[in-house]
């Protein structure tokens, strides 16, 4: 929860405990996108299988690997 002023915010979870779960990483970079984040833009994206996936910026490949995770997919390239 969190109040400022007169307006009153209150966080619902509304996935699974294992969708914050992420342990192919062995080490943090300092800029690289969290797991969970990626894993959310994916899910917000309603990805489709066959779909092909270009990400041009994609550092350690974190958004690739989580739409991969959600569904699986040989289309996927970054660079």
């Known amino acids: 929860a ?3 002023d007169k307006s ?3 966080g619902v979870r ?3 405990s294992t969708f914050r779960e ?3 990483r ?6 690289s996108l969290r797991p969970t984040i990626a894993a959310a833009l994916v899910v917000l994206s309603q990805p489709t299988e066959g779909e092909s996936v270009l990400d041009p910026m994609c ?3 974190t958004i690739l690997l989580e739409r991969h ?9 970054g660079f």
């Open 2 to 4: 969190f109040l400022a």
């Open 8 to 10: 009153l915010t209150i």
């Open 14 to 16: 509304l996935t699974r």
């Open 22 to 24: 992420r342990n192919y």
């Open 26 to 31: 062995d080490d943090e970079r300092v800029a």
């Open 59 to 61: 550092g350690s490949g």
């Open 69 to 77: 995770r959600f569904v699986p997919s040989s289309n996927l390239t």
